[in-house]
């Protein structure tokens, strides 16, 4: 059986779409707790750190055998050269916040780093992927419209690729499933690594 550890929408979808059969369970991880991590572990570290968490909090009644747990984070992250610091943008949960963290990143880039982890039979699999995203310049009254329209207070950074509706100028990685939060090349890799069948399909017994 394999487990999603994430009530994510958006994953849940990008798996359905892939053709990766899943249950879904709620982890039980408190995400912002981990921020204070980042200048010790990096990007990568820390989203596949909290990955680690949220597949490690999943407690189920079947042998570790016969489950693989899925587990991903998404950070958006602004580097500040000024500083020499990273700044994590998280789910906005308001529009104010929302629109903030728009205008902080309108005509810069940023990267969305996912760490993607698979525990199956108590061994993790960690795997980290990054996406570099170059906005368009655009002002408060554009960054307002979007919110306003999209509502994307749940979504880290406060937009959606998906949403194409034109503050996004480019993005440099392996494609939209990561940008959306969940890429599926590198689930698959982990996967198949960790012995899951191919076709999605789970394992007898």
Not at 137 to 156: K, N, S, T, W
Request: hydrophobic share 40%.
């Amino acid at each position: 059986m394999l487990v999603l550890a994430s009530t994510s929408r958006y994953r849940q979808q990008l798996l359905a779409e892939a053709g990766i059969r899943a249950e879904v369970a709620a982890p039980d991880v408190d995400e912002r707790s981990f921020d204070g991590q980042l200048a010790a572990l990096g990007p990568c570290g820390l989203a596949e750190r909290i990955a680690e968490a949220k597949a490690r909090s999943i407690r189920l009644e079947q042998p570790p055998s016969d489950v693989w747990i899925l587990a991903a984070d998404q950070l958006a992250v602004i580097d500040d050269p000024t500083t020499g610091t990273q700044r994590l943008l998280t789910k906005p949960g308001t529009r104010e916040r929302a629109v903030e963290q728009l205008l902080s990143m309108a005509g810069g880039t940023h990267r969305l780093v996912n760490g993607v982890v698979v525990l199956h039979d108590d061994r993790i699999r960690t795997a980290c992927d990054v996406h570099l995203v170059a906005m368009e310049p655009f002002g408060r009254a554009e960054a307002e419209a979007y919110v306003e329209r999209y509502q994307p207070l749940d979504c880290v950074g406060s937009y959606r690729v998906e949403d194409d509706a034109g503050l996004i100028r480019s993005v440099d990685g392996s494609g939209d499933d990561g940008v959306i939060g969940l890429p599926i090349g590198v689930v698959r890799r982990l996967l198949a690594e960790s012995g899951w069948p191919d076709d999605g399909v789970a394992p007898p017994g």
